[in-house]
T-cell receptor, first 111, second 108 residues
C-alpha cells in the first residue's frame, strides 16, 4: 500500500504569488496534519483535520494560509501572497489516531 | 523556553558505540514520539510511547512520565544510523510539538 504522498516535491515561486500544496494521505486514515519545517529547525504544527473538518488550525501563522479537505481524504494547503519567509519544507502526515505517518514533504522556495 | 528540549544538538560517534539522545518536555502529554529524518528525506516514525520502554532491533526508547523525560538509545551504532533524530510530544488527540532534533553522525 502507498504511503503519504505530497505534490509537488519542489515549488519555486515569486513573492506575492499564490501556491497550492497537495497531500494524499494513507487510504482510510481519518486524521491529517500539516507541519512546516524551516532549515535547521524541527517541524511546527500548522493545522489538523479529523475527517473533513479542521479540528485545530491554531498553528496557521496568518490569514494568508488556508487548508481544505473537502472529501475527508486529499488535502490542499493554500498560501496567498507568498512571502520570502514562507520558504520551508511543508510536511503532511496522516494517522488513525495514534502513530503519524509522514509524507516526503514539499520544499517551497519564495524568491 | 521550548516546550521540548533535546540534547545533544549534535553528536558524533565511532561505529559500534552506544548512543543516547535525551528529550525533556514541560507540558502534559498523551504520548511521545521518536522520529528519524535523513538529509533530504522524509520523516520516519521510530517509536510512540506513553510509558515504560520499547525496543526495536538496536533501538531502545524509554520514558519517565513523572520526570517528563525520554531517552533514545542506539546500540552497536552503524554509519547508516546517521540522521537527525527528533523527539515530539503529542498534546491530547492531535498535534505534535517537536524538538529541534539531534544530528547524529556515525563514522566507520
Amino acid at each position: 500500500g502507498a504511503g503519504v504522498s505530497q505534490t509537488p516535491s519542489n515549488k519555486v515561486t515569486e513573492k506575492g504569488k499564490y501556491v497550492e500544496l497537495r497531500c494524499d494521505p494513507i487510504s482510510g486514515h481519518t486524521a491529517l496534519y500539516w507541519y512546516r519545517q524551516s532549515l535547521g529547525q524541527g517541524p511546527e504544527f500548522l493545522i489538523y483535520f479529523q475527517g473533513t473538518g479542521a479540528a485545530d488550525d491554531s498553528g496557521l501563522p496568518n490569514d494568508r494560509f488556508f487548508a481544505v479537505r473537502p472529501e475527508g481524504s486529499v488535502s490542499t494547503l493554500k498560501i496567498q501572497r507568498t512571502e520570502r519567509g514562507d520558504s520551508a519544507v511543508y510536511l503532511c502526515a496522516s494517522s488513525l489516531g495514534g502513530e503519524q505517518f509522514f509524507g516526503p514533504g514539499t520544499r517551497l522556495t519564495v524568491l | 523556553k521550548n516546550e521540548v528540549e533535546q540534547s545533544p544538538q549534535n553528536l558524533t560517534a565511532q561505529e559500534g558505540e552506544f548512543i543516547t539522545i535525551n528529550c525533556s518536555y514541560s507540558v502534559g502529554i498523551s504520548a511521545l514520539h521518536w522520529l528519524q529524518q535523513h538529509p533530504g528525506g522524509g520523516i520516519v516514525s521510530l517509536f510512540m510511547l506513553s510509558s515504560g520502554k520499547k525496543k526495536h532491533g538496536r533501538l531502545i526508547a524509554t520514558i519517565n512520565i513523572q520526570e517528563k523525560h525520554s531517552s533514545l538509545h542506539i546500540t552497536a551504532s552503524h554509519p547508516r544510523d546517521s540522521a537527525v533524530y527528533i523527539c515530539a510530544v503529542r498534546l491530547g488527540a492531535d498535534k505534535l510539538i517537536f524538538g529541534t532534533g539531534t544530528r547524529l553522525q556515525v563514522f566507520p
